[in-house]
């Protein structure tokens, strides 16, 4: 059901802005749990392979303790080999644990240690992913690309290099722009969208209980 809300916040996007998406979203994201969507038309769905339009990501390089958990597993489980990676898919690394995803010719995406990704979505152009904890690395390989990730409730749409550190100890977020740029959205405590544009060389400092970010220099 999540997938099906990041689909239309995309399309929000193109249509209307990255403001007008960010709102949308966490309009219907607040409520996901008590509602019901209906499609108009049936729909064949498979657990065990994502939709065909979507983007399989490679797994490059692995080393440490990595667990994946796919579309067909109860729990996360060891990997020791080069996989395939799908939408609706998790990756977690442990103490130890690196692993460097492709998606062929849109992003790489690198999960230090101690970090989770979600693969929410992964269709053509357009890159869905969750992190909830740890130091993610995002890259968009061309610049058409828009690879968004949604850490807690602050989005961040990469459009260049960046990483995202989350300390859950400290409730903070630091978005790192290494290249290029990053737009991040979230909704404040009084349900006010703010969006701000981050360039290179800055970064964008998040608190999730109180809900406010600023922009630094690195």
């Known amino acids: 059901m999540r ?19 960010i709102g949308w979203y966490y309009r219907y994201y607040r409520d996901l749990s008590s509602r019901e969507v209906h ?27 990595v667990l994946w958990e796919s579309r067909v597993a109860t729990q996360p489980a060891e990997i020791k080999k080069l996989v395939i ?20 010719a849109i992003a790489q995406v690198t999960v230090h240690p101690n970090s989770q990704l979600v693969i929410a979505q992964t269709l053509h152009q357009d890159i869905a992913l969750g992190q909830n904890t740890g130091t993610i690395t995002y890259q968009t390989l061309h610049s058409p690309a828009v690879l968004t990730v949604k850490a807690h409730d602050l989005l961040v749409s990469v459009k260049g290099k960046a990483t995202v550190a989350i300390n859950n100890n400290t409730a903070g977020i630091i ?40 922009t630094e220099l690195q």
């Not at 997938?3 to 998406?21: A, D, K, N, Q």
């Not at 064949?44 to 490059?60: D, M, N, Q, W, Y």
């Not at 990676?85 to 062929?104: A, L, S, W």
């Open 175 to 214: 978005v790192s722009v290494l290249q290029g740029l990053v737009t991040t959205g979230y909704e404040d405590l009084q349900n006010n969208t703010q969006v701000a544009t981050v360039t290179e060389g800055n970064q964008f400092i998040f608190n999730i209980n109180s809900r406010q970010g600023v």
């Open 3 to 21: 997938i099906t809300y990041l689909l239309f916040f995309f399309l929000s996007i193109v249509l209307g802005g990255f403001v007008f998406g």
């Open 39 to 65: 499609a108009q038309k049936p729909t064949k769905f498979s657990i065990i392979r994502s939709p065909t339009e979507s983007l399989l990501g490679t797994v490059a390089t692995l080393s440490g303790e």
């Open 85 to 104: 990676v799908q939408q609706g898919e998790e990756v977690d690394t442990k103490d130890t644990g690196n692993v460097e995803i492709i998606f062929p």
